[in-house]
């Protein structure tokens, strides 16, 4: 079993849609947990970086976090097509110097 | 601001060829170092990590190896260069905390073709 788990999609909305990225994990040591976004042949990009449970907005973009059910979530508003990408969540334990990815989310924003 | 370099940034390479990328990072100091593969549609698999100058921890067995000759240098390498290491190659640092490290951060990528 994978550490992070995430569903590959792809994902496609349409334009104004809000959307919903999820990863699940096994490992109850991760404390810090990011979102970041890939476009196509490029590096990710740092979105979200939250530590422990709670809620962290920026912008368009909700981080939520639900430790009790190992489960992370990524809140899209208003999506644009710009917003089309891979969304990769990453997370790793406290004291501890590697990060666990999940395998990406592609999504598709349609004018 | 720091920045984080990759060269090249594309590459192609017959089988059994040797391979050396290069990552370097501006505007840090003492920064967590770390090689990723990414394979085509898939996510990113740890190759190797490096907390200091000499220090390089690996992840995977494999034919490639890691060398952190500078603090803010890193550099991936490989004798005889197989078909399965085609892959898209990013390098990342992370700011040092204590025993751990902040968040990471990317570089722009080196793209792998072995023929």
């Known amino acids: 079993q994978k550490e992070v788990e995430q569903d590959p999609g792809p994902l496609s909305v349409p334009e104004g849609a809000i959307v919903s990225l999820n990863c699940t994990y096994s490992?109850?040591?991760?404390?810090?947990f990011m979102w970041y976004r890939q476009y196509s042949r490029k590096g990710p990009e740092l979105l979200m970086y939250?530590?422990?449970?709670g809620n962290k907005e920026d912008g368009r973009f909700t981080a939520q976090v639900d430790k009790s059910s190992k489960y992370i979530s990524l809140f899209i508003r208003d999506s644009q097509p710009s917003d089309s990408a891979t969304y990769l969540c990453?997370?790793?334990?406290?004291?501890?110097?590697?990060?666990?990815f999940g395998s990406g989310t592609k999504l598709n924003v349609k004018p | 601001s720091q920045t984080i370099h990759q060269w090249p940034a594309t590459l192609v390479q017959p089988v059994g060829s040797p391979l050396s990328l290069e990552c370097t990072v501006e505007?840090?100091?003492?920064?967590?170092l770390y090689w990723y593969r990414q394979a085509a549609g898939r996510g990113l698999q740890l190759l190797f990590y490096?907390?200091?100058?000499?220090?390089i921890s690996s992840e995977v067995p494999q034919n490639l190896s890691a060398s952190r000759p500078q603090d803010r240098q890193f550099i991936l390498s490989s004798k005889k260069l197989l078909l399965s290491d085609s892959g898209f190659y990013l390098c990342?640092?992370?700011?040092?905390?204590?025993?751990?490290?902040?968040?990471?951060?990317f570089g722009p990528g080196t793209r792998l073709t072995v023929l």
């Open positions: 990342a640092w992370s700011v040092r905390r204590g025993l751990s490290t902040d968040t990471q951060y």
């Open positions: 490992n109850s040591a991760f404390q810090y």
């Open positions: 939250t530590y422990s449970s």
């Open positions: 990453a997370m790793r334990p406290g004291n501890f110097n590697k990060f666990y």
């Open positions: 505007g840090t100091s003492n920064p967590n």
């Open positions: 490096s907390v200091g100058i000499g220090q």
